[in-house]
Nanobody, 117 residues
Framework: QVQLVESGGGLVQPGGSLRLSCAASGITISRNAMGWYRQAPGKQRELVASISYRGGSTNYLDSVKGRFTISRDNAKNTVYLQMNSLQPEDTALYFC??????????WGQGTQVTVSS
């Protein structure tokens, strides 16, 4: 059974930082593409950052480039999203997703990030 468990969300002031974690079980993250998505109230879910299963290449949503960094620790089977210089528009429910080479997708339950003074 595949499980993705996100953690690290919370309330932070504008300009602050958070690091989200996605701990995987039942799946090996180094063999799958991993991504972080977010969904704000009334908006569609959007891909924030992704890392490929082979080579570790990364891609980012334009609005987070230079502020967010996706990484993975294969030994811990965990993917991270380091978020710096957070802004109120980054407020959303953040989800982790694994996509197998065959195209199967698995989602975590999400962790809330709120950026507010």
């Amino acid at each position: 059974q595949v499980q993705l468990v996100e953690s690290g969300g919370g309330l932070v002031q504008p300009g602050g930082s958070l690091r989200l974690s996605c701990a995987a079980s039942g799946i090996t993250i180094s063999r799958n593409a991993m991504g972080w998505y977010r969904q704000a109230p009334g908006k569609q879910r959007e891909l924030v950052a992704s890392i490929s299963y082979r080579g570790g290449s990364t891609n980012y949503l334009d609005s987070v480039k230079g502020r967010f960094t996706i990484s993975r620790d294969n030994a811990k089977n965990t993917v991270y999203l380091q978020m710096n210089s957070l802004q109120p528009e980054d407020t959303a429910l953040y989800f982790c997703k694994a996509v197998t080479p065959g195209g199967l997708g698995y989602w975590g339950q999400g962790t809330q990030v709120t950026v507010s003074s």
